[in-house]
């Protein structure tokens, strides 16, 4: 059985502290419980959940969806956004996880990676060495989002096939986004049409589609 | 949050709750405030095509269904849209709500541990050997043969839009919906019917049911002849996936064969111009590895531990046509029709396990001393099996193929003793009442005979009158109805 390995990077930089990141950790209750409850998800996708601040840390280890266990995100007090010793760190996890298809047995699908920030990346010579490296590891879908009003969606560009802009950070604007995340993730599983190939399920009224 | 009022394009008053409750990939779906109806908006701005086809399959189509006769017998096939709405300049279709028994009443294990109760029943849950084992309630799970009149349900339903012309273009698990306590299918998403010449479909399918052809052929233009889209023809593909999922809880066509390196690639090619089933006879390059799936797959996830022979010689049969001959050679795979009359012999072939396991019931595989495929436990009693004759010359008697296995609570019904009675829509009210029943009485088996006048004993050369019975001994025969279509029944004698 094939999996799906999905990548979740977060920003816990110090700006991120107080709402936005209680925030964040609702919406990856609603993201995890809204994939626990597709069947399809359930069958294949396992998930690495990455933090970075002034350092990359990752926070769940590459788990079966079902045995996720979210542990509370929290934030220094202030700080920078290392988002590309985030990259690194998630490089050499890819490139360990992923099985490759061989002459004899089936690998994995291709991985998806989700980024969200709130700046731009402090270290930002390392980040764009890294989003070079991150574009040749062959992500299925790498979906960028830049939450706030600080965050530059030029920045996410360079890494991402798709960028949405959150405008607000409160609580319901992340649980719509996580949300539409999930659907991304139990895409695979639906009718398809006879002309596009692989859409993006609508994003929901608050996200702006960049492309 | 506001209510919408609006009037529907046959003039009735439709309201829904402004909130996107579920969306699909063409239409998203509002509930109405007493959940009685949805309506579902299409995104894409309306095409005049698409509201013509929706009008058609809401007034004619859905007329000629249900307000014909034997149109009741389709009410809890279907979920047809009633109406059509428009709204801000989009378009959409009113729907009934699903019937209760299509929500989940306990869901998952441990408490329902993923917050799935009241959810409605995807099919998906109950498709995959690992997904019933890891996490649904075992009241939610049914057993083979809830599952098998799932199959007839969906053959059923799927047959008689066939017979108006039309084909449902995306058969597949998230169309369908199953209730396996009850043995109750009921297919949805009927705005995407396709007619033949009329409308052109405007989705190829879901994953997992797209036929090879139209797999082989999607990178082609869309008005290029060569480019092959859902048709009748293909909805016979994605019903036998479907009924081989729901009775083997694994894809027949998902095996170890790698076909490309590239994942995407090799889905491209395995499900498409290089499609072969898990478990041709001859070729047995495409067979699943045990050791690639997780070990809550198993057995069902095995097709060495759970062969698809385990559903009798008629399905077999099907099987063979609708994933060997018929796999890469559409015209060959079997109809609607076809699955729904094996069903329902098929149905007759099955027999309670005697230790009452899990899946609880089993075809019977034509052996002296049978015994239960699910827990190997041997059936215990005496077995008698009645193989049914039916005449077209006069005093001539030919073979069915089709048995009727006798245990506890087994009845006799109409269709067995007439040939020329089918258990189907257009059965009449005074067919659908059982005309005899088995019973055990002091080591032997009987027949009673409750309404079938012209019955007869032809081994004890004596009439068995309504009310009277007879012993049902190796090698008896039985005349069951004297009748046009009559049948005869020689008896066998199976079991310990």
Redesign the interface.
């Known amino acids: 059985?094939?999996r799906l390995l999905v990548y979740l990077l977060l920003d816990t930089s110090g700006s991120m502290a107080g709402e936005p990141i209680e925030a964040v950790n609702a919406g990856m209750e609603t993201l995890v419980?809204a994939l626990?409850?597709d069947?399809?998800a359930?069958?294949t996708v396992h998930m690495t959940v990455i933090t970075f601040d002034a350092e990359a840390k990752t926070v769940v280890p590459l788990t079966p969806l079902?045995d996720v266990v979210l542990p509370q995100i929290t934030t220094p007090r202030s700080g920078p956004t290392h988002l590309g010793a985030a990259l690194e760190m998630l490089g050499q996890q890819v490139r360990q996880d992923v099985v490759?298809?061989?002459?004899?047995?089936?690998?994995?699908?291709?991985p998806y990676l989700f980024v969200m920030t709130d700046g731009k990346p402090s270290d930002i010579q390392l980040y764009g060495e890294q989003c070079a490296k991150i574009r040749r590891v062959g992500f299925g879908s790498i979906v960028g989002c830049a939450a706030g009003p600080k965050a530059r969606e030029e920045d996410l560009r360079a890494l991402c096939d798709h960028v949405v802009r959150l405008d607000t950070m409160d609580s319901s604007a992340f649980a719509k986004l996580f949300k539409w995340v999930s659907?991304i993730i139990a895409h695979?599983?639906?009718?398809?049409?006879?002309?596009a190939a692989a859409d993006l399920?609508?994003p929901p009224a608050e996200i702006n589609l960049v492309f | 949050m506001s209510t919408v009022n609006l009037t529907a394009d046959s003039g009735r008053e439709i309201a829904f709750l402004d909130e996107v409750k579920a969306?699909?990939?063409?239409k998203d779906i509002y509930f109405s405030p007493d959940r009685s109806y949805v309506v579902g908006f299409f995104?894409d701005p309306p095409a005049n095509a698409l509201k013509d086809r929706l009008r058609d399959i809401v007034t004619r189509y859905r007329e000629n269904l249900f307000e014909k006769e034997g149109g009741t017998f389709w009410r809890s096939h279907f979920c047809w849209p009633t109406d059509t709405v428009t709204h801000n300049g989009r378009i959409g279709v009113v729907v009934p709500f699903y019937e209760k028994a299509f929500f989940f009443e306990h869901g998952s294990k441990n408490n329902d541990m993923?917050?799935?109760r009241g959810?409605d029943k995807?099919g998906?849950?109950f498709a995959?050997a690992?997904?019933r084992e890891?996490?649904l309630d075992p009241r939610e799970k049914g057993n083979w043969l809830t599952h098998m009149r799932i199959c007839l349900s969906i053959a059923r339903a799927v047959r008689r839009l066939h017979m108006a012309g039309l084909a449902h273009s995306?058969l597949?698990y998230?169309?369908v919906l199953v209730d396996p306590t009850t043995g109750k299918a009921c297919i949805i998403?009927i705005d995407?019917l396709v007619v033949p010449g009329k409308y052109?479909?405007?989705?190829?399918?879901?994953?997992d049911f797209?036929a090879p052809e139209v797999i082989a052929t999607q990178s082609l233009s869309?008005d290029d002849p060569k480019r092959v889209?859902p048709s009748r023809t293909t909805d016979r593909h994605a019903l036998a996936v479907l009924i081989y999922m729901y009775l083997f809880y694994r894809h027949p066509l998902r095996g170890?064969k790698?076909f490309?390196?590239?994942?995407?690639k090799?889905e491209e090619l395995g499900m498409g111009r290089q499609a072969l089933f898990v478990e041709h006879p001859r070729d047995t390059s495409n067979r699943v590895?045990p050791d690639?799936?997780?070990l809550q797959?198993l057995p069902w996830g095995d097709p060495a531990q759970r062969p698809y022979t385990m559903a009798g010689p008629l399905l077999v049969d099907l099987f063979n046509r609708a994933f060997i001959d018929g796999l890469h050679a559409p015209e060959k795979r079997p109809s609607p029709a076809d699955w729904e009359s094996a069903l329902v012999r098929t149905l007759d072939m099955v027999q309670p396990c005697s230790a009452k396991c899990e899946m609880g019931w089993y075809v019977f595989d034509n052996s002296r001393l049978p015994v239960c495929p699910h827990c190997g436990t041997p059936y215990r009693g005496e077995l008698p099996v009645l193989n049914l004759y039916s005449s077209r010359t006069a005093g001539n008697y030919l073979p069915d193929n089709h048995r009727l296995m006798v245990w506890d609570g087994q009845s006799l019904f109409p269709w067995h003793a007439n040939r020329t009675v089918y258990p189907n829509e257009h059965l009449e009210e005074r067919h659908k009442r059982r005309v005899g029943y088995f019973q055990f009485h002091a080591g032997d088996w009987y027949l009673v005979n409750e309404a079938l006048p012209g019955m007869r004993d032809l081994t004890g050369k004596r009439d068995v009158p309504v009310g009277g019975n007879v012993k049902l001994a190796e090698g008896a025969q039985i005349l069951l109805s004297s009748e046009d279509g009559g049948r005869l029944v020689q008896v066998q004698m199976a079991g310990s």
Not at chain 1, 100 to 110: E, H
Not at chain 1, 188 to 195: I, P
Not at chain 2, 260 to 264: E, L, N
């Open positions: 059985m094939r419980g626990r409850q069947p399809y359930l069958e079902e490759r298809s061989t002459d004899t047995a089936k690998g994995d699908w291709a659907e695979g599983n639906k009718s398809q049409g006879t002309t399920p609508p | 969306s699909g990939a063409m995104r993923l917050k799935i959810k995807e998906k849950w995959s690992s997904n890891k996490f995306d597949s998230k169309n998403d995407g052109p479909p405007d989705v190829v399918g879901t994953p797209i869309r889209l170890r790698v490309d390196q590239d994942p995407t090799d590895n690639d799936l997780r797959a």
